[in-house]
């Protein structure tokens, strides 16, 4: 590399995934929660209505993932990540203008395209070229963006509504991503590493080669057909059913008990909690055993919703919160560097497509079955007690997994 050059190219490639991710999360995953206010604030529809939208919208853009690998192949990383932030935009721009249910629905089949482009499927096949040995630690650290998709773009869509209109906030931030991800979309998503006479990790020579470079490529529905897919992916969609299902109602458990401001602040801490644990996993990943690291991160969420059960003493609730936000990132980021290490390098696009899609499909039922449980037991002990059940049992799962030598 020359002095000129001295900054690895596939760095700037990995700030593009931060801002997919922070995009991502911001308008399809946390933003989802302010559209849905504005539409039974506004137009009085039944919650349950919308959140039925909300729900067919996982399940649509799961099924986009099963073909984001497909895409990122034909189309080129630049062209599909502009075409997810286009569907993105497009979508969050007719949120504050609809007038009609049926709307919603248009409006999140059109989300789901960019949520499944620009997610977490999207932000590994983005930075797969780039990086090898490091990939671990670069993928937790661009998957910080998810985070702070809860800290920066839902909070402050919302105060931008209070101070001018839903609209002009959504038109700001729209305006923001545009400049933003799609221009770093253009600079760095047009090339790869050998176009550009570059080595993954940026090495100064070509990594020694796989002994899996000469297999040939798997199908989608020969990886489906494998043991190997399913010992990643159900464990994950097991876990992300109760983090997607718990985070969904965190907000109105924490209300329950103490005032609004002091649950803000709580939720705002355990983002905090989820940027820490990635960030210091991504630092030991890369030389553990990274089923290990999964299991140990499913049993700490695990004691933390059984910590919950216990009552509801402050203290009881803050640490089991804390304990709880601190292992959020690391579901989101494992399951595709459990992927990377046991998956050719040929077939990781589609494998960590087919992994993305089954846990969303799965995770897309949480928060309504959790919803359902809290009404029906009249309390949130019975969910707590199940979905810690749920990742003891995802704990054990993928370590019974983990395949033999290769």
């Not at 969904?248 to 329950?256: A, E, G, I």
């Not at 609004?260 to 055993?289: C, K, N, P, Y």
């Not at 509801?312 to 292992?327: Q, R």
Request: net charge positive; glycine share 10%; hydrophobic share 60%.
């Amino acid at each position: 590399m020359s002095a000129v050059n001295r900054v690895f190219f596939g760095w700037w490639v990995a700030w593009s995934g931060f801002l997919m991710a922070l995009f991502a999360w911001g308008f399809g995953f946390y933003g989802s929660g302010v559209f849905l206010t504005w539409f039974t604030e506004r137009h009085g529809w039944a919650l349950a209505d919308v959140s039925l939208a909300i729900t067919a919208y996982y399940a649509v853009s799961a099924t986009v993932i099963v073909f984001s690998g497909d895409l990122y192949q034909r189309l080129g990383h630049r062209v599909t990540c502009l075409l997810g932030v286009a569907s993105l935009g497009l979508a969050a721009l007719a949120m504050p203008l609809v007038d009609a249910l049926w709307q919603v629905w248009c409006a999140y089949g059109v989300m789901a395209l960019g949520w499944a482009l620009l997610g977490t499927a999207g932000v590994n096949i983005a930075l797969a070229p780039w990086f090898e040995k490091k990939r671990g630690f670069v993928v937790s650290l661009a998957l910080n963006g998810a985070s702070m998709g809860a800290v920066v773009i839902a909070p402050v869509m919302v105060l931008l509504a209070a101070i001018y209109s839903p609209l002009w906030a959504v038109v700001l931030m729209v305006g923001l991503m545009v400049a933003t991800l799609g221009v770093m979309a253009v600079v760095t998503l047009g090339k790869t590493p050998q176009q550009m006479g570059l080595y993954p990790d940026g090495l100064d020579a070509a990594p020694a080669k796989h002994g899996d470079d000469t297999l040939p490529t798997a199908s989608k529905r020969a990886l489906l057909a494998g043991w190997p897919l399913w010992s990643v992916a159900l464990p994950f969609a097991m876990a992300l059913f109760v983090q997607v299902g718990m985070m969904t109602h965190q907000f109105r458990f924490l209300t329950l008990n103490m005032g609004e401001s002091q649950a803000a602040l709580i939720m705002a801490l355990s983002g905090i909690m989820a940027v820490i644990g990635r960030v210091g996993t991504g630092f030991i990943v890369d030389r553990v055993d990274r089923r290990l690291v999964a299991c140990i991160n499913f049993s700490l969420q695990g004691a933390a919703l059984a910590l919950l059960t216990l009552g509801s003493d402050p203290a009881l609730i803050w640490a089991g919160w804390l304990l709880f936000g601190l292992g959020v990132g690391n579901q989101v980021t494992l399951s595709g560097l459990i992927v990377q290490v046991e998956f050719s390098r040929r077939d990781f696009a589609r494998a960590i497509a087919l992994v993305v899609a089954i846990t969303q499909a799965t995770y897309a039922f949480g928060p309504g079955s959790i919803g359902v449980l809290a009404q029906w037991s009249g309390s949130y002990t019975l969910p707590l007690m199940i979905t810690a059940v749920i990742l003891a049992a995802a704990a054990i799962l993928i370590m019974v997994g983990r395949p033999g030598p290769r």
